[in-house]
């Protein structure tokens, strides 16, 4: 398949919402990791989360806990092996947890869900063989977002009985950071538009001491605007004296920009490698 079908087809199947049979899944190995599928953290059936292990690491890997995009509506942890294939062969473990959804829930259930997932990787991470000193929070899109109300509002991870700054960092990629007013139909029904507070946005929970931050976007992302969210957020982070690595990308997408994570795309924006040197680092 040339380059450019297969950014045909992972573009497609990001915005599509496909299951793991989609491009990118399809095409990750599968002997680079190994994989403990389906761990509870809660009792309801979407409180679950598949963690993605290292092969004989020579050491306790860190342990990175990924929370997917789909404006807070829509996914499943199925549908991202190819994150934790990127990661783990490269010696970072990775938990992808699925979390509640609107309609059924709003943002206050659903940030509680990304708590307790991150709860569960904290109690688990010795018995995984990974480092408990060495947990980050990563998301895309919609994740990205839970990422960082986790990171930056001690509200969230204080409900579990942690702080943030137990975290040893944080990655969003082409996160909504500060978007009020809401215009796009399914994040009015997860915020509950217009009754959304200014306190849901991460941007306003910005303090000295927040963890050090990874941030990355696609220049040309016509669903979330970088400069008002990735860049505003960084210049927020970086005027509070928190340490924040910030790249914006000129190759790829909304979708793509984590599509590049996989091996097929990497091609496009060396997205896996700064990830990789953040949580190594």
């Not at 992808?96 to 943002?107: E, H």
């Not at 969230?156 to 700054?165: D, E, V």
Request: glycine share 10%; aromatic share 10%.
């Amino acid at each position: 398949m040339s380059r450019r079908s297969l950014l045909g087809a992972a573009g497609a199947w990001f915005l599509s919402g496909c299951s793991a049979t989609g491009a990118l899944d399809a095409l990750a190995p599968q002997g680079t990791y190994d994989l403990r599928e389906g761990q509870a953290y809660g009792s309801l059936p979407r409180q679950r989360l598949d963690v993605y292990l290292p092969l004989a690491p020579r050491s306790k890997p860190p342990l990175v806990v990924f929370f997917y995009g789909g404006a807070w509506t829509r996914g499943d942890r199925a549908a991202y092996r190819f994150v934790g294939e990127a990661l783990a062969s490269r010696g970072a473990a990775v938990a992808v947890a699925d979390y509640r959804l609107s309609p059924q829930v709003r943002w206050p259930e659903i940030l509680q869900d990304c708590a307790a997932a991150t709860r569960w990787v904290f109690a688990h991470a010795e018995a995984l063989g990974c480092d408990p000193a060495r947990i980050f929070l990563m998301g895309h899109s919609a994740g990205a977002y839970n990422a960082a109300m986790l990171a930056l509002d001690p509200h969230w991870l204080a409900g579990q009985g942690l702080r943030p700054a137990q975290l040893a960092g944080w990655v969003g990629l082409a996160g909504p950071y500060d978007f009020l007013p809401i215009t796009d139909a399914d994040s009015r029904v997860a915020f509950d538009w217009p009754n959304t507070p200014p306190a849901s946005q991460p941007i306003t929970h910005v303090a000295p001491g927040a963890p050090r931050a990874l941030l990355l976007a696609a220049r040309k992302d016509g669903t979330v605007n970088p400069e008002r969210n990735t860049l505003g957020l960084a210049a927020r982070l970086q005027a509070a004296g928190v340490p924040v690595r910030v790249q914006v990308f000129d190759r790829v997408g909304h979708a793509t920009l984590v599509g590049a994570l996989a091996r097929p795309l990497a091609w496009l924006a060396p997205v896996r490698q700064e990830v990789v040197d953040f949580v190594s680092g």
